[in-house]
């Protein structure tokens, strides 16, 4: 019954390689997120996704592209990795979209690490 | 740079005693949010209090927001071990996307 699920839990890959991770929410939200959490915690907004609209921080390299089969799943996937890449990866739901407006749901987290 | 900042960037106390943790930001906001990290898991929400609220309670946790100072505290009293955590502050700038700080780690020792 858990509210926001992301798979793996954990990935070690080496550099270069194309990888995706993926996300599921079961709250019938409208909205989800990717976030990026580095080493000393900071954690940054990646993407914010529904069936309407992408918004991309535009500071995400463009080797990042969310897909979302349906409005329950929102994977990431990552071409080429870098050893930068290496963090933290949260996916989040919120039920409307608002952004700041209202309480988001994380999942677990999927600790990536580069070789 | 980050929009919310905390202060203090870690903090050590005894159960029983209170924590006291501290966020500021830059630009104006509609509302201010508090989330909870442990160790090695997703980030849960505590509490929002919007901009023209002064103050919040939601059991154990205090939450004010002075909008004059750009600041806002989160309290908790009579710590427990279990509340051992980060605690984060967001803000959403002009209906933006959520902004974080980045954290305070409590830690309370039996």
């Known amino acids: 019954d858990t509210a926001v699920s992301q798979t793996p839990k954990y990935l070690v890959t080496q550099m270069g390689n194309d990888k995706s991770i993926k996300c599921e929410q079961n709250l019938g939200h409208d909205t989800m997120y990717w976030y990026k959490q580095d080493s000393k915690k900071f954690l940054k907004i990646m993407f914010s996704?529904?069936?309407?609209?992408?918004?991309i921080n535009e500071t995400v390299p463009n080797r990042f592209s969310p897909k979302s089969p349906d409005k329950a799943h929102l994977n990431l996937h990552i071409n080429s990795l870098e050893l930068g890449d290496s963090a933290v990866y949260f996916c989040?739901?919120?039920?409307?979209?608002?952004?700041?407006?209202?309480?988001?749901?994380f999942g677990p987290g999927t600790r990536l690490l580069v070789l | 740079s980050q929009q919310g900042e905390e202060d203090p960037q870690a903090l050590s106390i005894q159960e029983g005693e209170n924590a006291t943790m501290n966020c500021s930001y830059k630009t104006s906001i509609n509302n201010l949010q508090w989330y909870r990290q442990n160790s090695g898991r997703g980030l849960v929400h505590l509490i929002l209090i919007r901009s023209n609220e002064r103050e919040k309670h939601s059991g154990r946790l205090r939450v004010t927001l002075d909008t004059s100072k750009k600041s806002s505290s989160l309290l908790i009293t009579a710590s427990r071990a279990a509340d051992t955590a980060s605690y984060f502050c967001a803000t959403a700038p002009a209906g933006n996307m959520l902004t974080f700080g980045g954290g305070t780690r409590l830690m309370v020792k039996p």
């Open positions: 996704y529904n069936n309407k609209e992408l918004i």
């Open positions: 989040a739901s919120s039920q409307l979209g608002l952004g700041g407006e209202e309480t988001q749901y």
